[in-house]
């Protein structure tokens, strides 16, 4: 999992790439570049998000919101993309703003402002550290720097001569 999603960061910076460099080609920027940049921003937002949620090696029932918020990220950009400029003389209003300001704010902003925390609170204890996790992390980060691990291995017993529990 951790290298596909390592290829889609990768894949979506190369097409943002692409679309900042194609303002620099005679003519002009092409009419593909922004859409180039609605997908490599999209995806590299999602994956940059399943990168941080990973543990051990998926995201677990995760993939649901993050697939929701690359739907709503793609088509809430596309479709600020599509619409055709508002008119001064006629403004339309969504909510109190110009259409492309609405999607913005409250479809690409909102939406996944509401929806990813939720989705972080309902797979909570699937998704964060154990009680064994932080100590084994200690435990790894004292033997890096040479110190001897305050816990004893799985399974032996502690200083104390008590079997695997600590107090």
Do not use: C, N
């Not at 937002?45 to 649901?64: D, K, N, P």
């Amino acid at each position: 999992m951790k290298r596909g999603v390592l290829l889609a960061v990768v894949g979506s910076a190369l097409l943002i790439g692409v679309a900042y460099a194609s303002a620099f080609l005679p003519g002009g920027t092409p009419e593909w570049a922004p859409w180039l940049f609605v997908a490599g921003m999209s995806v590299m937002m999602v994956s940059t998000m399943a990168l941080g949620a990973a543990r051990e090696g998926s995201i677990g029932r995760l993939w649901i919101p993050f697939g929701l918020v690359l739907v709503i990220l793609m088509g809430g950009f596309g479709l600020v993309l599509a619409l055709p400029p508002a008119d001064p003389l006629d403004p339309a209003l969504w909510l109190g703003l110009p259409p492309r300001a609405a999607i913005v704010l409250y479809g690409i902003g909102f939406l996944p402002f509401l929806l990813v925390p939720v989705a972080y609170a309902a797979t909570f204890h699937e998704q964060t550290l154990g009680p064994g996790d932080l100590e084994r992390i200690r435990d790894e980060a004292l033997a890096a720097r040479g110190e001897m691990p305050l816990s004893p291995p799985v399974g032996s017993p502690d200083r104390r001569g008590r079997g695997g529990e600590r107090p």
